[in-house]
């Protein structure tokens, strides 16, 4: 009796570990998509950069801060409609959140998965 019930909990131990190697995740190795610029565009790219590094810099936010806080301001003071107030706001975040939105929209089209 006791080598049948080794056997059965043999064959149990053994039906566990198939189905838990079959459902563990497998490892896929993707290819890495690495963005090339055409060729002769480097002074193109170059420029965007910095005008990129401009828009997005310590100017600009210094400039949003500012705009943020007048808009509150005519807000409160019943000088601006709340709808538009909102709208000034939700459009700065989408200025400074732009790379993290851009990232997100390529990592699901790619398939890479934001994050």
Do not use: D, E
Not at 5 to 18: D, G
Not at 50 to 67: D, E, F, K, P
Not at 89 to 95: A, D, E, M, T, Y
């Amino acid at each position: 009796m006791s080598t049948v019930r080794s056997f059965n909990q043999l064959t149990m131990v053994k039906a566990l570990a198939v189905a838990a190697a079959a459902a563990a995740p497998r490892i896929v190795h993707a290819q890495t998509i690495q963005p090339q610029n055409p060729a002769g565009s480097g002074p193109i790219v170059a420029a965007l950069s910095w005008l990129q590094g401009t828009l997005l810099g310590n100017v600009a936010t210094a400039v949003a801060v500012m705009a943020v806080a007048a808009v509150g301001f005519m807000m409160l003071t019943g000088r601006m409609n709340w709808r538009f107030g909102a709208t000034v706001i939700v459009g700065c975040f989408v200025l400074f959140g732009a790379g993290a939105i851009v990232s997100g929209i390529q990592g699901a089209a790619t398939g890479t998965g934001a994050g």
